[in-house]
């Protein structure tokens, strides 16, 4: 047997059951209309939810920063790779967020493992929703306390978790806006567990910042609860539309997590390009705050317009799951969607369970009604 076969039988069995994973490289920027290999795609599934990837005044900014300082930060944040404009973006991110501080991460993924591994020992706890983003779980993992699972926003059961290891300290921690589902965390309820029980509560912001709240502050703003979550974490790769995670909260959490937080202090932090990119884009946000309104708009629109057609795909935030259960139908829909010029990704197993693959579609604040009304209009196509 080959050294290599083991690989190449995993790959080969992922693609037997449809669950082989590859790349689709795009001809143009991430904006609502993309080329592939020459065809216009309405792109129905980026992160990007308010568009700011082209927004001219981000571009200007990132531009005059970019001839400014050039492109490589050349250090870790805690050696030579702070610049200004990194600590205006952190101070930035505090003000929106209306926190003491802020710490921006080289991405999110990074920053959820960072902040878990640094602030969970041996002998805590660490409550997680049992539908909690990738990134959430390997910092469970890397840390070296108890991860305990709890069921889906499922807050008596969390509750019954905690009660069973009363004493023990740690932290709660969830989504706030789930991110291949779409729905919202139960945090009147998470807060209410976490001082009851003198536990940390931390809230993984990362589709919810710009996108719910009236002004688009988030998860604490949807339920006029600013400033009591403990933890705050999000990422700037999404509504902000740059690269880069973030964490907030008290003085005293962001100078911990500076001291002691491996991710973040052993890896060259990002360019003064991205930092410049993202303190442009929340600044826009806070300026236009009809760019919220139209996106949240549109979500509305988009769920009445898919519920009018008979096809089940309910949400508030931006994320809107179109269930389609196996994952060969899935991959058969994407096709088919494509071949009517939409691009919406399929998702499968391990991004979820298996037998609950989906369509993920994900709304930008500048989709037309005419253009949800295609998508919809395809989808009942391929779908129904
Ligand atoms: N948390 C959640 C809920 C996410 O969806 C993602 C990105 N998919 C991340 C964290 C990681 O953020 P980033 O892409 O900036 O690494």
Redesign the pocket.
Known sequence: MSKWSRMETELSNLKSSHLYRKMTAFDSGQQKIVYMQGEEKHLFSS?SYLDMCNDFRVKEYASRILQEYGIGSGGSRLTTGTCQIHTELEEAIARFKKREAALVYN??????VGILSALAKKGDVIYSDKL?????IDGCRLSKAEAVIYKHNDMDDLEEKIKAREGMSGIIVS?G???MDGDIVNLPRLVELADKYHLLSMI?E??ATGVIGDTGKGTEEYYNMEGSVDIL?G????AIGS???FVCGSRLLIEYLINTSRSFIFSTSLSPVTMAASKRALELIEEEPERVKQLQENIHYCCSQLKKNGIKGESETAIIPIIVGEEEKAMRVMDNLQEQGYYISAIRYPTVAKGKARLRIALMSSHTKEEMDGLVEALSKSIL
């Open positions: 992160n991405t999110g993924y990074m920053a959820n909690n983003h990738a990134s959430i989504d806006v789930f991110s993984d990362a589709h974490m990422t700037l790769s999404k690269e880069g995670g």
